[in-house]
């Protein structure tokens, strides 16, 4: 079989479900933010779990997935979000590699818990570079989501034996404390200000996006002496901007390149895919942390990422998922144990 004949099929999908990678750096001198990958953490441990470049492009599920033929034999990763997975019907575990035969159908349903999942294929989704990436940007006109019936190509995969493999990863879907460092405008805030702004608890509001999302919360809005409006200079991801109502805005990485309102601080970017996987009404607090220690945090995550191949265990698989159990030789409860150890079975 060609590589060109490598391809998975949309037989019905999600909303809002696009084709992301690593995203776009360096353009926004020409008004493009980054975009890519709400949660990059998701992307690079697809990569672990399928041995390969965390440049490669996969699915990402803003909340829902959809129902995925595969046309020859393939591999998947599932990251991210958790969602309610199935190969033709058998049950799929989240933060693993699968094998995925020709022409069996992957069912992927709405996210358990936070926002965003990844379908991963062995050798990644191989659709044309725009821009230098593959991945969609719907706030810059880049692309658009994927739809049903349409297929799409998958890379060659040099590792297409490779067993099936679970990655433990921390939770990023439930909040919890989001680590800032000060930005141009943090002193236009004052202290009592900037104290509140810390001894907050807010929660995700429903309006959001890959742009960015609003936080809620209770009391009187956060302002700067002088009022909320600044003049317009170039913004990134992790901002944080106080809008003209008087709350925090945290900006994603479709967000726009400009801005004129004050940002508080800036998130650091290890923290960053909690914000994205804020499902509505998450709580989301902030610490300020010297640049220093911003610095040193975020080596310690780079230094936990490179580390993180070498937590990969061979997935097993639970004997009430084996649908020709009793066809097995099992004697006083011993089996072989390479049985449990591999794929589930092809129908």
Same mark, same amino acid.
């Given at each position: 079989?060609?590589?060109?004949?490598?391809?998975?099929?949309?037989?019905?999908?999600?909303?809002?479900?696009?084709?992301?990678?690593?995203?776009?750096?360096?353009?926004?001198?020409?008004?493009?933010?980054?975009?890519?990958?709400?949660?990059?953490?998701?992307?690079?441990?697809?990569?672990? @779990?399928?041995?390969?470049?965390?440049?490669?492009? %996969?699915?990402?599920?803003?909340?829902?997935?959809?129902?995925?033929?595969?046309?020859?034999? @393939?591999?998947?990763?599932?990251?991210? %979000?958790?969602?309610?997975?199935?190969?033709?019907?058998?049950?799929?575990?989240?933060?693993?590699?699968?094998?995925?035969?020709?022409?069996?159908?992957?069912?992927?349903?709405?996210?358990?818990?936070?926002?965003?999942?990844?379908?991963?294929?062995?050798?990644?989704?191989?659709?044309?570079?725009?821009?230098?990436?593959?991945?969609?940007?719907? %706030?810059?006109?880049?692309?658009?989501?994927?739809?049903?019936?349409?297929?799409?190509?998958?890379?060659?995969?040099?590792?297409?034996?490779?067993?099936?493999?679970?990655?433990?990863?921390?939770?990023?879907?439930?909040?919890?404390?989001?680590?800032?460092?000060?930005?141009?405008?943090?002193?236009?805030?004052?202290?009592?200000?900037?104290?509140?702004?810390?001894?907050?608890?807010?929660?995700?509001?429903?309006?959001?996006?890959?742009?960015?999302?609003?936080?809620?919360?209770?009391?009187? $809005?956060?302002?700067?002496?002088?009022?909320?409006?600044?003049?317009? #200079?170039?913004?990134?991801?992790?901002?944080?901007?106080?809008?003209?109502?008087?709350? $925090?805005?945290? @900006?994603?990485? #479709?967000?726009?390149?400009?801005?004129?309102? $004050?940002?508080?601080?800036?998130?650091?970017?290890?923290?960053?895919?909690?914000?994205?996987?804020?499902?509505?009404?998450?709580?989301?607090?902030?610490?300020?942390?010297?640049?220093?220690?911003?610095?040193?945090?975020?080596?310690?995550?780079?230094?936990?990422?490179?580390?993180?191949?070498?937590?990969? %265990?061979?997935?097993?698989?639970?004997?009430?998922?084996?649908?020709?159990?009793?066809?097995?030789?099992?004697?006083?409860?011993?089996?072989?144990?390479? #049985?449990?150890?591999? #794929?589930?079975?092809?129908?």
């Amino acid at each position: 079989m060609s590589a060109d004949s490598r391809s998975i099929t949309v037989d019905s999908i999600g909303p809002g479900v696009t084709i992301q990678d690593g995203g776009r750096p360096g353009l926004l001198s020409v008004g493009l933010s980054r975009g890519g990958a709400a949660d990059v953490a998701a992307l690079r441990e697809g990569a672990v @779990l399928l041995g390969q470049s965390a440049d490669l492009a %996969a699915l990402e599920l803003a909340g829902m997935g959809g129902k995925f033929r595969a046309s020859c034999d @393939l591999r998947l990763a599932l990251t991210g %979000a958790p969602m309610v997975a199935t190969l033709e019907g058998q049950p799929l575990r989240w933060n693993a590699a699968h094998h995925w035969p020709a022409g069996t159908q992957l069912s992927i349903g709405a996210a358990r818990t936070g926002v965003y999942g990844y379908l991963h294929l062995g050798g990644g989704l191989d659709t044309p570079l725009v821009l230098g990436a593959r991945s969609a940007h719907l %706030a810059g006109g880049v692309g658009r989501p994927v739809a049903a019936g349409d297929t799409l190509p998958v890379g060659p995969d040099p590792n297409l034996s490779a067993p099936a493999q679970y990655l433990p990863v921390p939770d990023r879907c439930s909040g919890g404390v989001l680590r800032i460092v000060a930005s141009a405008q943090t002193d236009l805030f004052t202290q009592a200000e900037r104290a509140r702004f810390t001894a907050t608890v807010f929660t995700r509001d429903p309006r959001g996006n890959r742009q960015g999302v609003r936080l809620a919360f209770d009391g009187a $809005p956060f302002a700067v002496e002088g009022g909320l409006n600044i003049l317009s #200079e170039i913004v990134v991801p992790g901002d944080v901007q106080v809008t003209g109502d008087g709350s $925090p805005f945290v @900006l994603l990485g #479709e967000c726009q390149t400009t801005g004129g309102y $004050p940002r508080i601080g800036t998130v650091l970017p290890v923290d960053l895919p909690r914000v994205a996987q804020a499902a509505p009404g998450t709580a989301l607090q902030f610490q300020f942390v010297s640049l220093a220690e911003g610095l040193a945090i975020t080596r310690a995550a780079d230094a936990a990422t490179a580390r993180l191949s070498g937590q990969l %265990a061979r997935l097993i698989r639970d004997p009430h998922d084996i649908r020709d159990l009793l066809s097995y030789q099992l004697i006083g409860g011993v089996t072989a144990g390479h #049985e449990l150890n591999e #794929e589930p079975p092809k129908p």
